[in-house]
């Protein structure tokens, strides 16, 4: 059974930056793509970013681009959200993906296999 588990998340003032990781165990971490996709009170999912199994291909959500940066560690089966010049609107529980499709930067949620159990990010304006 695969496992996600994200961290990183909490408080943090406008303008300033926080880094989410998301772990995952039992599974071949290096034969999934991987996403980041957020969910504000009221809001439905949003899309935030993918990268696909090398890393060699990365997707960004518009709200997003130019601002957040996904990367991945195949060495240490965790993918990372840097996210810098955070807004107010950026408020939301972010949950980190995976997709067993691995050449694929998937922007649609159900078409991912496993989820973490989020982590809360909270811009103060």
């Known amino acids: 059974q695969v496992q996600l588990v994200e961290s990183g998340g909490g408080l943090v003032q406008a303008g300033g930056s926080l880094r989410l990781s998301c772990a995952t165990s039992?599974?071949?971490?290096?034969?999934?793509?991987m996403g980041w996709f957020r969910q504000a009170p009221g809001k439905k999912r949003e899309f935030v970013a993918a990268?696909?199994?090398?890393?060699?291909?990365?997707y960004y959500g518009d709200s997003v681009k130019g601002r957040f940066t996904i990367s991945r560690d195949n060495a240490k089966n965790t993918v990372y959200l840097q996210m810098n010049s955070l807004k107010f609107e950026d408020t939301a529980i972010y949950y980190c993906?995976?997709?067993?499709?691995?050449?694929?930067?998937?922007?649609?949620?159900?078409?991912?296999?496993?989820w973490g159990q989020g982590t809360q990010v909270t811009v103060s304006s």
């Open positions: 039992g599974g071949t971490f290096s034969r999934y793509a």
């Open positions: 990268i696909i199994w090398s890393g060699g291909s990365t």
């Open positions: 993906a995976a997709d067993r499709t691995p050449y694929r930067p998937v922007v649609i949620g159900a078409a991912y296999d496993y």
